[in-house]
């Protein structure tokens, strides 16, 4: 039998093909959930009888209901974005797998709460399941790590600022309550050792039933004043939440440093060595450093390889941080590199593989050696943050968090860590691991389900992630070629921002001869503004973009490189200090025929030209 998954067959389909199959499997789960509750103890009288479902308050109370239902329905319909199809080219959204669906909407009529295994005995054991289906994607080792499910790669990024802190302070709390234990060791190499002897000495307290004592002299139980534990080094390409996460755990935002980023918006590794010398140099701490497989602008893949190479160094000269990787928008797209056995694959095979299990064809040309080493070496990090409802198609509220060492949340737990023994009859509770409470068991099913029918490899994900890049290199590559728009005898060029790392495409459009960046901005904005929903019948959008503005007080100078390619001169960039550049994240998987595409780039050409006429006040 063949393992691959059909990608056509996992979505309910720009046209709802896949329509009848959908409401099969909906009538099933109905009928599935209604007979479980029939079956828990059958002689039991029902307690609603046939006349009481006819009398009249009862059929205007269900009434009232559908009614409402089709209130809403209409709100959908009139506002929703039309996410399942290829017109939409806007932020990091697409069609969610069928089976993720069924899976939420089924465990729904369940209502699990995943805080507690009391209340989610099915779900909490999907949720640990799944977080070391996750670990193993990442290529930890499933036995040692730890993943979960969180509401999303914000509340991720939290949960792994918040292990990397309170494990750095654990050395500090040592010499508190056990002085011995840190005889020799002065604060700059307490503030200074590597994630794994760390957790060792916190095992040395368990050992000696010091553990609860330890911790309490942390972070976590004394606060951070004074605690010193230096900064924490992200790109400029980095998510907002990071701004969130320092203010939240009392690291303050003056210790959460930009790390300049490139012209193809990956973190500049040469300049990430001067920052970490330069504080090395006065004596202040790394926290963390956070690195990107993804950017939420422009799916750029930080140099995770260099950066790795770099900790190690740095770790031999006793300068040492906690890696963090954001993963939540690339994290899935390792399973590109994955056989079906789970093997990382080779350089020198990999698109030979890819070519042979119709991942991506030969022509398509997408990886680079930077890109494949970048996911090779994500298990060197500490902790990942990864979305299945991202680049995994699942419904949200689906984000995930995976560590390296499990030992690492004790640090962040809240059970009691003398009964902090996992075993098959202990079961977990999760609430007391992690940043949240009660959350939706559904959403752990809804992975589960996902993670079941479509493999984490290049038989399942790497199928429907790579026709996405290939639908990505396609635009790109129109893009690149595309001849000016003619628009009322004056010509606009399009130029793309960079060569997508995944399937972010970002590009702006440049009237030529124009020398004004301001000039250039006004148009790219009028085009978004034609080609983005706010308001009124969804039905009237040609196509949907997003778009995002790279800023001289976010990028530094890394956008001047673009403008330059316009023609436009540096003072331009220099006075404005800003560029808009319109913003396509491509997880559509239906751009992979000839044909199809064809009609589709003409499509949209001509809604470009239409959208440019507007602008041009015509
Ligand atoms: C989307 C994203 C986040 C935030 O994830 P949410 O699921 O929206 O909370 C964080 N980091 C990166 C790189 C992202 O792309």
């Known amino acids: 039998m063949d393992e691959r998954v059909n990608v056509k067959a996992l979505f309910l389909g720009p046209k709802a093909e896949n329509y009848g199959y959908f409401k099969e499997m909906l009538g099933y789960l109905m009928d599935d959930h209604s007979e479980w509750r029939r079956n828990f103890h059958p002689d039991d009288a029902p307690v609603v009888s046939a006349d009481e479902q006819a009398g009249p308050d009862y059929l205007s109370t269900l009434q009232k209901t559908r009614e409402a239902l089709i209130e809403l329905a209409g709100n959908l319909q009139l506002s929703s974005i039309p996410w399942f199809s290829p017109r939409y080219l806007g932020h990091m959204n697409a069609d969610t797998l069928i089976a993720a669906n069924l899976g939420y909407m089924l465990t729904l009529l369940y209502n699990p709460n995943n805080c507690a295994y009391e209340g989610s005995p099915a779900t909490t054991a999907l949720e640990i399941e799944v977080g070391r289906q996750l670990a193993k994607l990442m290529g930890y080792d499933p036995e040692r790590s730890w993943g979960h499910i969180t509401s999303g790669g914000t509340v991720a990024n939290y949960e792994g600022l918040w292990m990397a ?33 760390i957790l060792a000495l916190a095992d040395q307290a368990r050992a000696g039933g010091r553990f609860e004592e330890l911790r309490r002299h942390s972070v976590r139980g004394i606060g951070m004043r004074g605690a010193g534990l230096g900064k ?16 939240l755990l009392g690291i303050g935002q003056e210790h959460l440093i930009s790390v300049p980023v490139r012209d193809n918006y990956r973190i500049d590794v040469a300049a990430l060595k001067k920052i970490i010398d330069g504080l090395a140099a006065q004596r202040i701490p790394i926290l963390a450093v956070v690195a990107v497989v993804g950017t939420t602008e422009e799916g750029a893949v930080d140099e995770i390889h260099e950066i790795v190479r770099l900790r190690d160094r740095y770790e031999d000269q006793g300068v040492c941080f906690y890696l963090h990787i954001d993963a939540a928008y690339g994290g899935y797209a390792r399973s590109l590199f994955l056989d079906a056995e789970g093997r990382f694959l080779d350089y020198n095979e990999i698109n030979r593989q890819h070519a042979r299990q119709g991942v991506l064809h030969g022509d398509t040309d997408w990886l680079t050696l930077d890109v494949y080493e970048a996911f090779r070496s994500m298990p060197e990090a500490d902790s990942i943050t990864v979305d299945p409802h991202k680049l995994g198609y699942v419904p949200y509220a689906a984000g995930a968090i995976v560590a390296r060492d499990r030992r690492i949340i004790d640090l962040i737990s809240y059970f009691a860590a003398y009964v902090f023994e996992r075993t098959d009859d202990n079961p977990m509770l999760l609430g007391s691991y992690i940043l949240e409470g009660s959350k939706a ?20 994900y790497g199928r429907i992630i790579g026709y996405s890049i290939e639908g990505a290199y396609r635009f790109y590559r129109s893009l690149l070629s595309s001849p000016p728009l003619v628009v009322a005898g004056r010509r606009f060029e399009v130029i793309p921002l960079s060569r997508p790392d995944i399937n972010i495409v970002d590009y702006a459009f440049h009237e030529q001869g124009n020398g004004s960046l301001e000039e250039m901005n006004r148009l790219n ?60 994240c491509i997880l559509t998987p239906y751009l992979t025929s000839n044909t199809t595409y064809e009609e589709y780039w003409r499509n949209f050409m001509q809604a470009m030209e239409r959208a440019i006429g507007k602008a041009c006040g015509r």
């Open 165 to 197: 802190r309170n494990l750095k302070s654990i050395p500090l709390a040592l010499k508190t309550c056990m002085p011995a234990a840190a005889a020799g060791l002065d604060d700059w190499r307490l503030r200074n050792l590597p994630s794994a002897e």
């Open 232 to 247: 924490v080094l992200v790109p400029q390409s980095k998510h907002y939440s990071w701004a969130k996460a320092v203010d």
């Open 441 to 460: 068991g559904a959403v752990a099913a809804a992975v589960w389900m996902a993670h079941r029918v479509v493999p984490l490899n290049i038989t399942g």
């Open 525 to 584: 904005l009028a085009i978004y503004e034609q080609c983005s929903y706010k308001a009124g019948p969804v039905y009237l959008s040609d196509f949907i973009m997003s778009k995002t503005a790279l800023s001289r007080e976010e990028y530094g100078d890394a956008p001047a490189a673009f403008i330059e390619k316009f023609g436009i001169a540096a003072g331009e960039w220099d006075r404005l200090e800003s560029v808009y550049v319109l913003r396509s």
